[in-house]
Nanobody
């Protein structure tokens, strides 16, 4: 059974940094794409960044230059620097494999102004 466990969320002041982690288990990671999405209250879930098994990455324009996604085998990280209040929300880890897509339970990020 696929399992995704996120950690690293919390409360931080604007301009600060957080590092999110997501450990995946129960799946063959070859051909997988791992990513981070976020959802703020009253808004739709949006893609933040994703990374393929070969290491290629895509970052949303709103986080380019501030956030960086990386992975180490079955763990994906999201380094978030220069955080802004509008970055607040629940951050979800996502794993996409040929057999389907899986989500973590989410970790809360709150950025105070």
């Amino acid at each position: 059974q696929v399992r995704l466990v996120e950690s690293g969320g919390g409360l931080v002041q604007a301009g600060g940094s957080l590092r999110l982690s997501c450990v995946a288990s129960g799946v063959n990671f070859k051909s997988s794409v791992m990513g981070w999405y976020r959802q703020a209250p009253g808004k739709l879930r949006e893609a933040v960044a994703r990374i393929s098994f070969d290491g290629s990455t895509i970052h949303a324009d709103v986080v380019k230059g501030r956030f960086s996604i990386s992975r180490d085998d079955n763990t994906v990280f999201l380094q978030m620097n220069r955080l802004k209040p509008e970055d607040s929300g629940i951050y979800y880890c996502n794993l996409a494999i040929p057999q389907g897509t899986h989500w973590g339970q989410g970790t809360q990020v709150a950025v105070s102004s």
